[in-house]
């Protein structure tokens, strides 16, 4: 069973912070890709941070530079998201996945390489 389950999330005053963490088990090979995706009320699913498996090279949306960070911890089999400076516009469901694929290729991937998502409101 490959499965990805999130924890943290929640309900934070704007300016403040939050940390989600990710555990992935059941994939044969470790994935080289981890990474956070977000789906806005009424908006369509979008990229917000990607880890690389050496974890030495992250990116990160423009939107969300310089306040979230993603970490990734290969003894535990987890990545996290650091989310500091919330915004209102920061308001999803967050998803981490085990691919980071460009717009076009998020309809594209398996069910499995997506976490249950996990609720995230800022409130003004």
């Known amino acids: 069973q490959q499965q990805l389950v999130e924890s943290g999330g929640g309900l934070v005053q704007s300016g403040g912070s939050l940390r989600f963490s990710c555990v992935v088990s059941?994939?044969?090979?470790?994935?080289?890709?981890l990474g956070w995706f977000r789906q806005a009320p009424g908006k369509e699913r979008e990229g917000v941070s990607c880890i690389r498996g050496n974890g030495g090279s992250a990116s990160y949306a423009d939107s969300v530079k310089g306040r979230f960070t993603v970490s990734r911890d290969h003894a535990r089999n987890t990545v996290y998201l650091q989310m500091d400076s919330l915004k209102p516009e920061d308001t999803g469901v967050y998803y981490c996945?085990?691919?980071?694929?460009?717009?076009?290729?998020?309809?594209?991937?398996?069910?499995?390489?997506w976490g249950q998502g996990t609720q995230v409101t800022v409130s003004s």
């Open positions: 059941g994939f044969a090979l470790d994935p080289y890709l």
């Open positions: 996945t085990v691919e980071c694929p460009p717009r076009e290729n998020i309809r594209r991937m398996p069910s499995d390489y």
